[in-house]
């Protein structure tokens, strides 16, 4: 079964430091990918997706991620954070192909806490 | 247009009562998901609907079940509560479903058994 790993539980920054969200999944396949963020008090909202193509996806607010398949990873990147990017993130991942077929596996989440 | 709304936004049931959540997706949204989300296990899948039909269903016992209606709203029940039923379920719309499209949630059902 897939399974999705989010390696950071809480991550606490200064205002302009840099992030990096680790995430790796478990599927030898084809693999559609996302990472999706529950800023307090609000619902899931989608940060970003990669289903093929350039390997570097941008997404809002400034953020991108990477998809590296000999790593199976997907890491959520940053360059200078702030205050309002605290949040939980969560990474996800479903079998891709071009079927729609499938749910989202996601990750456990990790915790951004971003000190003013 | 008007988001995926999830009624009722909390709710008190004691142990081997009985719970539906509703859900009302995104107009023009034939795909309903449904995910149940606790600090321990994180999001897991319960089940997707697709145009009143089941198309996918996660690892969840039978007491576990849901709908989805001619207009795409969709309900989910839970049988025989348990205490560890507690969580809170969300709901999730989409015009085609995982993974070719993007998934919009709703702000979530808070269920808590006492």
């Known amino acids: 079964a897939q399974s999705v790993s989010q390696h950071n539980h809480h991550v606490i920054l200064s205002e302009a430091a840099s992030l990096e969200l680790g995430c790796n999944y478990s599927?030898?396949?084809?693999?559609?990918l996302f990472w999706y963020v529950q800023y307090p008090g609000q619902h899931l909202q989608l940060l970003l997706k990669?289903?093929?193509?350039?390997?570097l996806v941008k997404g809002i607010k400034g953020f991108e991620a990477e998809f590296i398949k000999s790593k199976f990873s997907f890491n959520l990147r940053k360059p200078s954070v702030q205050w309002s990017d605290t949040a939980e993130y969560f990474c996800?991942?479903?079998?891709?192909?071009?079927?729609?077929?499938?749910?989202?596996?996601f990750g456990k989440g990790t915790k951004l806490s971003v000190k003013p | 247009k008007a988001g995926v709304t999830q009624t009722p936004r909390y709710l008190i049931k004691t142990r081997g009562q009985q719970v539906t959540l509703s859900c009302s997706p995104i107009?023009?949204?034939?795909?309903v998901s449904w995910y149940q989300q606790t600090p321990g296990q994180g999001l897991q899948f319960l089940f997707e609907?697709?145009?009143?039909?089941?198309?996918n269903k996660g690892n969840f016992p039978g007491r576990f079940s849901g709908r989805q209606f001619s207009n795409s709203r969709s309900e989910m029940n839970v049988s025989t509560l348990e205490l560890g039923d507690s969580a809170l379920y969300l709901c999730?719309?989409?015009?085609?479903?995982?993974?070719?499209?993007?998934?919009?949630f709703g702000e979530g059902s808070r269920l808590t058994v006492l």
């Open positions: 990669y289903f093929s193509g350039d390997p």
């Open positions: 999730a719309s989409s015009f085609l479903g995982a993974p070719t499209g993007e998934l919009f």
């Open positions: 609907y697709f145009s009143e039909t089941q198309r």
């Open positions: 107009s023009g949204h034939r795909s």
């Open positions: 996800a991942v479903n079998e891709g192909g071009g079927g729609s077929q499938g749910n989202l596996i």
């Open positions: 599927y030898g396949g084809t693999v559609n």
